[in-house]
């Protein structure tokens, strides 16, 4: 009998029938059905040509591109106003990968590790210049062998003439389509602390990768110091939907203070407010206690006296003061990434140097007040710190036996992520990159 049977057969065994329809889902997309009487089947030529074999005229003739190649599909077409691009693909950088951040972010903490662990010898010596000039020479190590081009838009040693990294330094390799970074850093924020063998020393970087449309991530402040006010995320987000007005740097203290304690539901004599230990802040002080405030006063240190009141369970709740203008801007990157906010407005020291600002072309800037958003711009912004002596920010540094543990802390302002690092240095392996001698050094 042939194999397509007798009706009666067919009936039975449909699918030896040969266009019989079949409802499973490889034969609709078969362009044909799947069982076919062999004196049906078409000539080789009218069938399609598989996918695989697809605009190859042999199967060895056409090999699979090598990695890193662009396909023809990929491809752009010169006759539509497009330039083919070079066969192999660009190296990953800004343009080709948007948060780049991400990946370089845990050498920046390395390069401050650095910067604390070979400063932390001179802890209570008495010498801080020294202990600020080993901090340069260990982070400006670090970024030798770091893939970036990073430039100094903010750095320390101008205001007191001590030992400092300095703006328009070049950090990093600068090698071809490396990432562009703007750099604010402080080798040691408490060099006075550092010398005296006081708490709240701390080395700290800021870098941004500017986005699309700015020049320069973070601003550089021309006058020394900044009077300064900064609150955490609570208060910034009541001020926002009442109104920004509702709280404003200048306004007079027995105003601000009431309306935090307001915000943050507590007793006026339970807010805890921080001002730097300064006889320019003596009135300021008299205010404060009049009021009824708990008041804590450091004697340096104010960067992270300023994030605190954005941390939670830091014990400080507002931040008032008159400091460095350079550890305004490394504040603010930090109270970006942790959703806090810091006023702040430039105050010059005298006449001479209201003068000189103005005589610059910085007559109207002196009226400004910034806030984190003009300090810290995008949000291609990391954040990092380790500590030397123990601060409200991170702990400072403790040795075991042969090890030492140093604490930092990470932050990005795109994701608003925050990271607290403890880590493990085996002091009879441990070595740091300094830039003195270009060499590795046992600590």
């Known amino acids: 009998m042939s194999a397509a049977g007798t009706g009666e057969e067919a009936s039975r065994h449909p699918r030896t029938r040969a266009h019989a329809p079949c409802h499973c889902r490889k034969s609709q997309r078969h362009p044909f059905p799947l069982f076919i009487s062999p004196r049906d089947m078409p000539a080789a030529s009218a069938l399609p040509t598989p996918r695989h074999a697809r605009g190859r005229t042999g199967p060895a003739d056409r090999p699979r591109p090598a990695r890193g190649t662009l396909t023809p599909a990929s491809t752009p077409n010169p006759k539509e106003g497009g330039a083919p691009p070079p066969v192999k693909q660009r190296r990953l950088d800004q343009e080709s990968y948007y948060d780049i951040e991400r990946i370089i972010e845990f050498d920046f903490v390395r390069a401050t590790e650095a910067g604390a662990l070979n400063s932390f010898h001179w802890l209570g010596r008495g010498e801080k210049e020294l202990g600020d000039a080993a901090a340069c020479d260990a982070i400006r190590g670090t970024f030798d062998i770091m893939y970036i081009c990073g430039e100094v838009v903010i750095g320390e040693g101008i205001k007191d003439n001590a030992p400092g990294i300095f703006k328009g330094e070049h950090l990093g390799q600068w ?59 609570k208060v910034k987000q009541h001020a926002q939907k009442t109104g920004i007005d509702c709280l404003k740097l200048n306004d007079p203290i027995d105003e601000s203070l009431p309306y935090i304690a307001r915000v943050l539901r507590k007793r006026l004599q339970d807010l805890i407010v921080c001002v730097l230990d300064r006889p320019r802040h003596k009135a300021l002080v008299e205010k404060v206690r ?21 941390l ?17 801007v490394l504040a603010a990157a930090a109270i970006k990434c942790l959703g806090g906010e810091i006023q702040a407005q430039m105050w010059p020291r005298d006449d001479a140097e209201k003068e000189e600002l103005i005589a610059n072309g910085y007559g109207e800037e002196l009226n400004r007040v910034y806030y984190s958003d003009d300090l810290a711009k995008g949000k291609n912004i990391i954040f990092c710190a380790t500590g030397i002596s123990d601060s409200p920010l991170i702990p400072g540094i403790k040795h075991q036996g042969n090890t030492a543990i140093t604490q930092s802390i990470l932050m990005r302002a795109r994701h608003k992520t925050i990271r607290y690092i403890r880590t493990h240095h085996n002091l009879s392996e441990k070595t740091i990159r300094l830039r003195s001698s270009k060499k590795e050094h046992y600590l």
């Open 290 to 310: 009049d009021l009824g405030c708990s008041l804590r006063m450091i004697s340096d240190g104010d960067i992270s006296a300023a994030i605190a009141p954005s």
């Open 175 to 233: 090698l071809p389509n490396a990432p562009r970074f703007d750099i604010a850093l402080d080798p040691v924020d408490g060099t006075t602390n550092l010398a005296k063998g006081l708490p709240n020393s701390i080395s700290v970087i800021a870098a941004a990768s500017p986005e699309p449309g700015i020049d320069v991530a973070l601003q550089d402040i021309p006058a020394f110091y900044m009077t300064k006010l900064a609150y955490g995320p």
């Open 312 to 328: 939670p369970d830091s014990g400080i709740d507002v931040y008032i003061g008159i400091g460095g203008s350079p550890e305004a």
